[in-house]
């Protein structure tokens, strides 16, 4: 049995992102949830992996925009 480690949002991040096998983005927000409401804006950060670059990272956001929206609606 492993045993359980405790890591930051940034270290999680950090390796994911060094992982060759995963091919996607992260986004986060850049301020940590503490409250149920949420402000009424918010920042957020994309990392995305090696294996895309922004064109393609930016074609993968939209498609996950178009689902969330149609299946919203």
Known sequence: M????????QEL????????TFCGAVIHSTDDQ?????PAERIFRVHYSKNLDATRTS????????YLNMSMG
Do not use: G, N, P
């Open 59 to 66: 074609r993968l956001l939209s498609t996950v925009a178009d």
């Open 34 to 38: 503490k409250q149920e409401a949420w």
């Open 2 to 9: 492993q045993e359980l480690h405790f890591c930051t949002t």
């Open 13 to 20: 991040i950090a390796e994911l992102m060094r992982r060759h």
